[in-house]
């Protein structure tokens, strides 16, 4: 039972990253440079209400530690490397 709701959590934490993502290639295309202080407002708030999301389930032991650590690092990998193409641009 516990396996399931590990599971669960991380495809949770998982989507929200995803949503991050999205949301920041969507701003970047239509809204605002990546200089714009909204565009790091928005970064900035997103990612941290992610890594709260994702102490709450390591705290509950619904997430391994290590895995929350990869999921944010993926994240932020990700949005450097949209940032630096939508630079070169």
């Known amino acids: 039972m516990a396996t399931g709701h590990?599971?669960?959590a991380y495809e949770l934490l998982k989507a929200d990253a995803?949503?991050?993502l999205?949301?920041?290639e969507v701003q970047m295309e239509n809204?605002?440079?990546p200089q714009c202080p909204l565009y790091e407002e928005v970064l900035d708030t997103?990612?941290?209400?992610l890594s709260r999301e994702i102490?709450?389930?390591?705290r509950l032991n619904?997430?391994?530690e290590e895995a929350g650590k990869q999921l944010l690092?993926?994240?932020e990998k990700q949005l450097t490397a949209l940032h630096d193409a939508s630079m070169k641009k």
């Open 6 to 8: 590990q599971e669960k």
């Open 18 to 20: 995803d949503k991050i």
């Open 22 to 24: 999205k949301l920041i």
């Open 31 to 33: 809204l605002t440079m």
């Open 46 to 49: 997103q990612m941290f209400g």
């Open 55 to 58: 102490d709450f389930a390591v």
């Open 62 to 64: 619904l997430v391994n």
């Open 73 to 75: 690092e993926s994240l």
